[in-house]
């Protein structure tokens, strides 16, 4: 028998636990190493200090000095009830150094147990401030609480460079009823790597990143690195209201969509990213520029694939290392709100990638996603789907919205690919997938997991965003989850997308025979609360750029564009473009290069911009344009059905019924003179915008004779009114017609 002489002569065996502790699988440590009474006056100290020549108390080191179990790394000292004061630090000598540290496994626990229990209820909204790595202070000492879920690992430990990565030395203690595992390690520092080494149930060890990290590595590194967490400064009250006011249904909100690695690179520099602060000063004045109202920003979390555009987050805490720091991160947003710029990120809480490091088998166990490969796996995406049905899930996914939204006060969320998460059958062929309790194709754990998401965001801040990317005709996705909806505030109007780029992608000749195209959307226009979409899906893997999209020579696709931009501003909905669509570059996006700025130099590629920035100005000046897309009261065909000319006509109105925008959209290259159009109002008309400008490259047609572009209406019935205009319609062309005196 292995035994040592302990107080009053009695005889331990330690073999078992010494065994454990040098094959890294010991469950309990708590129960063995650290101070321990053995009987009524004597204590005694146990430490495993892999590779350490010596272990002293650094109080009185030649006095208490620790000895060797077995010549083994684990160190035992004897103390007395007296001397336990004296046991607070450790003198460890090793080879090549000395160091001064306290012993781990003296701390009591510093985690909340309520907040374990809601963790396991799926209901902790905050989770990311109690599981993770926090810098806390905790019983006198300053360190790092590290805390994760793992329930089916025997063992797991802390390994990072501040123990040489030794699995053995710091063995984290489970609370069994939660099945979080968690330590405190003192004197630890921000920017030092770590990881969690999980030994699943058959003694498989792998090494794990910590899901509620902060920060990690940039690939091909894989490790979390301790950050503390930074909360931006708090908006102040203008501020706040002026989110208010810029989130609402019944604002003006036209986004620009970016990914921040592509919009622009330093070309002298090697063609490296522009990091957070330089984006802070050139991407957020150049979109306040365009007139946009809100930034959406591509995915974020960290990623380990640049092709991925960050849609595979292994860190879904963590803002991306490729761009700078999380302070840059916070100053960057910050900049946004300085600027009174929205700022939205892309969310993915529909799947996660397989890389070894992350989510995937976590414990050994499917613990994240589904067991069964037709529910847990996705085959589009070669990518795991989470177990939306398991509350620690739902907590992680939870928390991890409310992240975003609380410590960084961003304006909302766009969740990608929410489709996917409601379908048991999306992208599934007949005996691949798996039917709900009822028979249904419907995944009931993510309906009820987003609108958890949903109405825990909106009930702690009602003036944010939270966008759906839906693209199907699920019911009521913008509809209150009292009323049993998801819950959302906005969807992706993808049918309208669609239908558009559909339209006009045709020759001008064939356009007439598909008119219904770009009617159609108005038949469910009001269904939800629309955001018209395009995004950088339509510009990528083969689809073309826009401009390539439109037929015609090279002036036609430059004049389809402007008509096409003029139509879309004008259709309710709210608007996002995606960046460059306002430079019309002739190739897709590229994510391995920055936008051609050189398009510029171009006065067909700057009449685009231009066209957009005159759009952007026109949108937010007039409230007939975005005051009541959600009401059929806001909109009024007068000619939806001209199919043989290709027209269309339309009536847009503000709260005020006299607050009214006459739009017509021209597809042909044809000049229409002496075109008679009804209009609902009397009263005399100002052309503020046609896309045939000569100052947005346009052949300089005019609607109306004069400087001034204006035409008074007369008694004239016509498409059903009794008063009627005379213009002259350019060439694929949208004109806006302001209705200025009555």
């Known amino acids: 028998m292995n035994s040592i002489l302990t107080p009053k002569n009695k005889i331990y065996d330690y073999s078992e636990q010494l065994n454990a502790l040098q094959v890294g699988t010991f469950s309990d440590p708590f129960s063995f190493l650290g101070l321990h009474k053995v009987d009524e006056s004597n204590y005694e100290v146990r430490v495993y200090l892999p590779d350490a020549k010596s272990v002293e108390l650094a109080s009185k080191p030649a006095k208490f000095l620790f000895k060797k179990y077995l010549n083994s790394d684990l160190f035992l000292l004897q103390v007395t009830e007296q001397e336990l004061p004296m046991v607070n630090k450790l003198k460890v000598t090793y080879a090549n150094h000395t160091r001064i540290q306290q012993d781990v496994y003296q701390f009591s626990s510093s985690i909340s147990e309520e ?79 770590y990881k ?162 992350g989510l995937h088998k976590f414990d050994g166990t499917h613990l994240f996603e589904h067991a069964d490969m037709r529910q847990g796996f996705h085959p589009d995406w070669n990518t795991y789907i989470y177990n939306y049905d398991r509350p620690e899930v739902k907590s992680f996914l939870l928390a991890n919205a409310m992240y975003w939204l609380n410590e960084f006060q961003l304006d909302g969320l766009r969740v990608d690919a929410v489709a996917s998460m409601l379908y048991l059958d999306y992208s599934r062929n007949d005996g691949e997938w798996i039917a709900n309790q009822y028979g249904g194709r419907e995944n009931l ?4 997991c987003l609108q958890d998401v949903n109405r825990r965001c909106y009930g702690q801040d009602n003036n944010i965003m939270m966008v759906a990317e839906e693209s199907t005709a699920w019911p009521g996705v913008t509809q209150s989850v009292e009323h049993q909806g998801l819950g959302f505030g906005f969807k992706w109007n993808m049918g309208w997308m669609n239908d558009s780029l559909s339209y006009i992608s045709r020759d001008p000749i064939h356009r007439r025979y598909h008119h219904h195209e770009m009617t159609f959307s108005m038949a469910y226009a009001y269904s939800e609360n629309y955001i018209l979409p395009l995004s950088h899906d339509e510009v990528v893997h083969g689809k073309g750029a826009l401009l390539s999209k439109m037929p015609g020579d090279d002036w036609q696709q430059f004049a389809t564009l402007r008509a096409y931009y003029g139509f879309m501003y004008a259709h309710p ?58 009401s059929p009261a806001g909109f009024q065909w007068i000619d939806g059905d001209n199919a043989e000319q290709s027209i269309f006509s339309f009536a847009r109105y503000g709260k005020s019924k006299e607050d009214l925008l006459i739009v017509i959209s021209h597809f042909t290259a044809q000049v229409f003179h002496q075109y008679k159009i009804g209009v609902p109002q009397t009263g005399v008309y100002e052309v503020i915008l046609n896309t045939d400008d000569k100052a947005l490259y346009g052949s300089g047609v005019t609607a109306v004779a004069g400087k001034q572009q204006l035409i008074e209406s007369a008694a004239i019935s016509s498409h059903g009114f009794e008063n009627s205009i005379v213009l002259t319609i350019p060439p694929l062309t949208t004109l806006y017609l302001k209705r200025i005196t009555g």
């Not at 002739?586 to 231009?610: K, M, V, Y």
């Open 445 to 448: 754990g993510a309906i009820a």
């Open 115 to 193: 907040a374990l229990y809601l963790f396991n209820e799926g209901t902790l909204e905050r989770a990311y401030q109690h599981l993770g790595a926090h810098f806390i202070e905790h019983e006198g000492a300053k360190g790092v609480r590290f805390a994760v879920w793992a329930p089916n690992a025997k063992s797991v430990s802390v390994i990072g460079e501040f123990n040489c990565w030794q699995r053995s030395e710091h063995f984290m203690r489970k609370h069994l009823a939660s099945g979080v595992w968690e330590i405190f390690i003192p004197e630890l520092e921000a920017q030092q790597t």
């Open 196 to 357: 969690y080494s999980v030994v699943d149930s058959y003694g498989n060890v792998s090494d794990r990143s910590d899901p509620f990290a902060f920060k990690m590595q940039q690939a091909p590194g894989t490790a979390s690195v301790l950050q503390p967490l930074v909360s931006r400064k708090k908006p102040t009250s203008k501020q706040l209201k002026s989110r208010s006011r810029r989130n609402k249904i019944d604002a003006p909100i036209c986004i620009y969509e970016v990914q921040l690695g592509s919009w622009k690179r330093r070309a002298d520099e090697e063609n490296r990213f522009l990091t957070y602060r330089e984006l802070a000063d050139d991407l957020v004045q150049y979109v306040k520029e365009l007139g946009f109202t809100h930034l959406q920003l591509m995915p974020i979390s960290e990623y380990p694939f640049d092709g991925s555009w960050g849609y595979q987050p292994v860190g879904l805490f963590s803002p991306t290392s490729r761009f700078g720091s999380y302070e840059d991160f916070v100053y960057f947003v910050e900049k946004c709100e300085d600027a009174n710029l929205g700022l939205l990120i892309d969310w993915v809480p529909g799947h996660f990638p397989s890389d070894p490091h």
């Open 573 to 630: 909905g709210k608007k996002l473009l995606f960046m460059g669509s306002e430079l019309a570059p002739r190739s897709e996006w590229d994510h391995n290069e920055g936008l051609d700025w050189q398009l510029l130099d171009s006065p067909a590629h700057l009449g685009i911009q231009r066209t957009v920035k005159q759009l952007n100005r026109i949108y937010q000046g007039e409230g007939a344009l975005y005051e009541c897309d959600n």
